[in-house]
């Protein structure tokens, strides 16, 4: 089945770094960049990097630069998103997302609840 | 590139036609994709290159436009329908997304 499967709800203080996981499967896991994009509840859509499963490489948004890191791990075909220094309006649903420039983000993971308070 | 969607909301029945527009603030050509989203749910993608309608998305859902001006057109809106729908640039980094309509039956 092709999908991608996220990690739990993580709840986190002010300062603290969280770190959320993207399982891929049922497709070749190298062969698509992995988006991380998140919403503000109520709001609308941020988007934040990209990874490039089968190089390492990566994009990241000026809004986080120096704030969040992208890594993946082929053997498990898992991609991550790192993000340091939480504030509150960090609180947000994150999702990863397979997407392509041609033809949208045809596969999301169901997303991750990080709710970040004192 | 900042993306303008609008309405941000509406009120439709049943069968209605329904129509979103959501503008480019530079040329993107036709790198826009629409989705749905409903409560609590990932976005799920309806059309890709601005027309091109995704597999296994009803054929009621099109998409059209170039350039900065898209839109989004739902012929006899079924009860399914009713959710958020919002609009994605995939021409330039950073991506960037439309605010979303909330579509809600009347």
């Known amino acids: 089945q092709v999908q991608l499967v996220q990690s739990g709800t993580e709840v986190k203080k002010p300062g603290a770094s969280v770190k959320v996981s993207c399982r891929a499967s049922g497709y070749r896991f190298d062969s698509y960049y992995i988006h991380w994009i998140r919403q503000v509840p109520g709001q609308g859509h941020e988007w934040m990097a990209w990874i490039n499963p089968y190089t390492g490489g990566t994009n990241y948004a000026q809004n986080y630069q120096g704030r969040v890191t992208m890594t993946r791990d082929k053997s498990i075909t898992t991609a991550y998103m790192e993000l340091n220094s939480l504030k509150a309006d960090d609180t947000a649903v994150y999702f990863c997302?397979?997407?392509?420039?041609?033809?949208?983000?045809?596969?999301w993971g169901q997303g991750t609840l990080v709710a970040v308070s004192s | 590139i900042q993306m303008t969607q609008s309405p941000s909301f509406l009120s439709a029945s049943v069968g209605d036609r329904v129509t979103i527009t959501c503008r480019a603030s530079?040329?993107?050509?036709?790198?826009l994709a629409w989705y749905q989203q409903k409560p609590g749910k990932a976005p799920n993608l309806l059309i890709y290159?601005?027309?091109t309608l995704q597999d296994g998305v009803p054929s009621r859902f099109s998409g059209s436009g170039s350039g900065t001006g898209f839109t989004l057109t739902i012929s006899g809106l079924q009860p399914e329908d009713f959710a958020t729908y919002f609009c994605q640039q995939l021409s330039t980094y950073p991506l960037t997304f439309g605010g979303g309509t909330g579509v809600e039956i009347k």
């Open positions: 290159a601005s027309s």
């Open positions: 530079h040329d993107i050509g036709t790198f």
């Open positions: 997302a397979r997407c392509r420039h041609a033809s949208g983000c045809d596969l």
